[in-house]
């Protein structure tokens, strides 16, 4: 298990972290979520140690950790990181060496993680001519070679068409059967819903949940209903101050207030906009919102 303990980290007199504390267990698949600006990125780099923190310290196996590059730690950032005017296989080539693996090694894992992608065909390319997904995937291939125990994603999703967020998906399950630790940070909440065990919510430098997904589900008993995605239920909503949030065809109502719910769709009913309306599971997206939204009020 890796742990952090009473973590606190600030820039220019700004909290990023406060005092955070999580555990991080093997073989479970961890998700980071919370707003822009939460600390999620301050988070990952500490434990990869490109970040120091002001104070706390981490934990691993019980024994506390000085120097975390002694962890073979394997660390995707959201900003991508390649030499534009190298091939995709020399930088995969470089970023392994660096972490001392054999040219043998490397080119067996290269020929593994890039026929997962079906990448094999832009290896050779220069990076600054590849698309951005395309240059996510080198990332990907150049991460998973390196075989980490400890995995750390930065929104890796980003740029990936479907079958290689397919594919992703698959590599993470296959990780955490290996009893290895992956934490992913993601503004995709479907996706951390599906195969995330764990939790850690982040808002304004604080902790605002950690633990087992299903327990936060039962622990957080809200009543959500879901409605079209309408530009003029949208301007309803935000006359009468109701807690929701939009996806692509759906707005999804989180508010607790049934007297402002009940005037709601009176006035949908009156401007005929109430198509649908129906209530919806507690999902991990309405958890969310409601959790930031009470965050930030208090």
Known sequence: MLSLKDISKSFNNKIALKNVSVSLKFGKVSGLLGPNG?????????????????????QFKSNSVSKLEKLNIGYLPEERGLYKNATGYENIKYIC????????????????????????????????KLSKGNQQKIQLISLFAQNPDIILLDEPYTGLDPFAQEQLNNII???????????????LLEK????????????????????????????????????PNDKHVVELLAQYN????????????????????????????????????KRS?????????ALTKRNTVE
């Open 173 to 187: 399950f296959d990780c955490a059967k290996l009893d290895k630790i992956v934490i992913i940070s993601t503004h």
């Open 281 to 289: 599971g507690n999902d991990l997206q309405s958890i969310f919102m």
């Open 38 to 58: 939460a600390g999620k990125t301050t988070f990952m780099r500490i434990i990869a140690g490109l970040l120091k923190p002001d104070s706390g310290y981490i």
């Open 192 to 227: 951390a819903e599906k195969f995330c065990n764990d939790v850690h919510l982040l808002n304004k430098g604080n902790i605002l949940y950690s633990g087992d997904i299903g327990k936060l589900q039962k622990e957080y008993q809200l009543s959500s209903y879901e409605i």
């Open 97 to 128: 060496s660096l972490k001392g693996l054999s040219s043998n090694s490397i080119k067996k894992a290269i020929n593994q993680y890039s026929e997962y992608f079906d990448s094999k065909q832009i290896l050779n390319e220069l990076v600054g």
């Open 242 to 277: 109701i807690n929701h949030s939009v996806a692509t065809n759906k707005i999804i109502i989180t508010e607790t207030n049934t007297d402002l719910i009940n005037e709601l769709l009176k006035s949908m009913l009156k401007s005929n906009t109430l198509t649908e309306f």
